[in-house]
DNA sequence: TAAGACGTTGGAAACGTTACCGTCCAGGAG
DNA sequence: CTCCTGGACGGTAACGTTTCCAACGTCTTA
């Protein structure tokens, strides 16, 4: 920059003022300023930027999960998008997947002067960011210990419609397979028990099932497990996009052993759903927008443009029919061919 | 830092020192220090640390199309272990289409002063990061114009080896579908062309289909136009994860139509590949391992380990019969039941 | 004509860290 | 006892910006 004063024959302090827009400056000086940065190729230096008194960086935090997972991809696609367009950056936090990494992560994040985290929150307590003096936005689920801006999905409304959908077909014995996350999860299962108690239809507590991990291997065991016994469910709900996998793995080489296939609904839409042997009905919501306006939140906070207190972004979930939901309960036919 | 150094009752030096690891710093005095930081809960400034002369910053970053598409997802996910395990952030550019917007993005990222760059690169010339000082690593596919390292997947072995596998069941009337990239899918048809002359079957050029976009949905026309022809392919290669979805879903719907389902090999594997109607048989590789091995180079590079001339490294590939390559040119059945 | 107002510019301080240099002290060698 | 060596530590410059203030010139107004 002392470079680009030299030779345009100015001081720094009006280089300064042409990089950043260049008011209060004579446009022939201006010009003359253009000329010296094109010429030696100066480009403006964003770290010794973010160093000055006061300052953040122009870069904003994302911290998730697995990035293999469609559905944090989303996200991260779309927060990525929206934060670019305001000449933002997304730093991704690596995160282990224990909760102190994650502590750890972020703190190495704050380090860095982002101007703003976005995260999609681990169980563990989040109290630690509460004076960390820098705007963050929860996504997905809301953390504990902080009171946070959080823009997430209808979680029980998504329970709620996938109990009703299979309720209307008449099932009476609709198993439901539970992730081992917090919050996200809780909803969909009240979704669920709210529907069923409207319908005035008791659950048989047995078919609750909770596993010790996310994972598709994990669905797939206890969907054969809970489909071998002498009173299986007639249909299944599947909390989350991984475990509707196991579940139609399991299904599909259980296969002509079961009597009656059962009817399946996921949560969450996931790609090639409808070109599955039986496509897969799904309750789905917009998860880029999810990321959108995530980033679109945290923008106006860093900016100082939005000082309103924490929000609460809850997105719709609506039901897609494919088919795989559409099975009746006393469906005899074994698997369909199409 | 000062607060720090005062409360411990040292200088600026020495709290450094400490904060560096504690090298020539007495062991009590060293306590003391520690105890002062986190009374004051005192952070390290990443931004001020990367400001030093020549000094940049501890942070990668990562140039790539669609985070929705899983091959990126896996790459930036791989990467990002890598990276986070020597205490590297890694940064995201947002990326356009256009090959402008990706040189817009690259220059953000160097004013950021990052430590290096991986690159999945559009085409378009690269030759502007020639002189910038900055470490490059080239992911996937190589970039004209500068001499870098790169990591990429055996593509034109792909190819070869999908094609011969079809020819094997003894097809000689093979489609490829073909993405409108220019290298990996030059290096696969590059392949492909080889098996035939090496088995000594003509290829009927108009079975080499180029599309004019890399989606499912051009592929899925494209395959239907191939397929409802007088002269129709009984096998196809598609050149890439999300054209291989476009073909099977071509496929599903002409379903019956077809006198003869043909066989389908894809590049890339994709999940759920094995839970389909027929299980898709592709050529696949280790794409996290080119993530990984893209963020080690990077780090051996910037942090000066590594002076060696630019390297290639290649990463095989292999087939993974699931059953759509096996169907044999003259299956006489319709879709299969499973 | 004098005084103020305003637009344009130059200069310097400040941001938080690290690297270098110099000082100080203790201990060992001559 | 003196000198030297080496380890421990303090102070300061430097990194590249931005912002504030002062200075200067021009124009308007009384």
Redesign the pocket.
């Known amino acids: 920059?002392?470079d680009v004063?030299r030779r345009a024959?100015?001081?720094?302090?009006?280089?300064?003022?042409v990089?950043?827009g260049g008011h209060?400056?004579?446009d022939?000086?201006?010009q003359r300023v253009r000329a010296a940065i094109d010429e030696l190729g100066?480009?403006?230096?964003e770290?010794?930027?973010a160093?000055?008194?006061g300052?953040k960086s122009t870069s904003l935090a994302l911290v998730l999960g697995d990035l293999t997972n469609p559905f944090y991809a989303s996200i991260a696609k779309a927060s990525l998008e929206v934060a670019g367009q305001s000449g933002f950056a997304v730093v991704l936090g690596s995160v282990d997947e224990d909760p102190e990494g994650e502590k750890r992560a972020i703190q190495e994040l704050v380090s860095r002067q982002v101007a703003g985290l976005m995260i999609v929150p681990d169980q563990g307590d989040h109290a630690f960011l509460q004076g960390a003096g820098v705007p963050v936005v929860f996504v997905d689920r809301p953390a504990t210990g902080i009171d946070a801006d959080i823009v997430m999905v209808d979680n029980e409304g998504g329970g709620r419609i996938a109990a009703e959908h299979l309720l209307e077909q008449g099932h009476q014995r609709i198993a439901i397979i539970l992730a081992p996350s917090y919050y996200t999860i809780g909803r969909r299962l009240r979704g669920f028990r709210r529907a069923h108690r409207a319908a005035g239809i008791e659950i048989d507590e047995s078919l609750v099932i909770q596993l010790p991990e996310g994972n598709a291997e994990a669905a797939e065991k206890a969907t054969r497990e809970v489909m071998l016994r002498a009173d299986p469910p007639t249909a299944i709900f599947s909390s989350t996009n991984f475990l509707t996998e196991g579940v139609l793995r399991a299904l599909g080489e259980l296969g002509s052993e079961l009597e009656h296939e059962p009817a399946v609904v996921g949560f969450d839409d996931f790609r090639l759903a409808d070109m599955l042997p039986t496509p897969v009905t799904v309750v789905a919501s917009d998860i880029a927008e999810l990321g959108r306006s995530a980033a679109r939140l945290l923008l106006d906070r860093a900016s100082g443009a939005d000082t309103r207190p924490p929000q609460r972004i809850v997105l719709p979930c609506a039901l897609i029919e494919r088919g795989s939901g559409e099975r009746p309960p006393d469906s005899a036919g074994k698997r369909s061919t199409r």
């Open positions: 920059m002392i004063a024959g100015v001081g720094l302090g009006t280089v300064s003022r990089v950043n209060g400056v004579r022939e000086t201006a100066f480009q403006r230096n770290v010794a930027r160093l000055r008194p300052k």
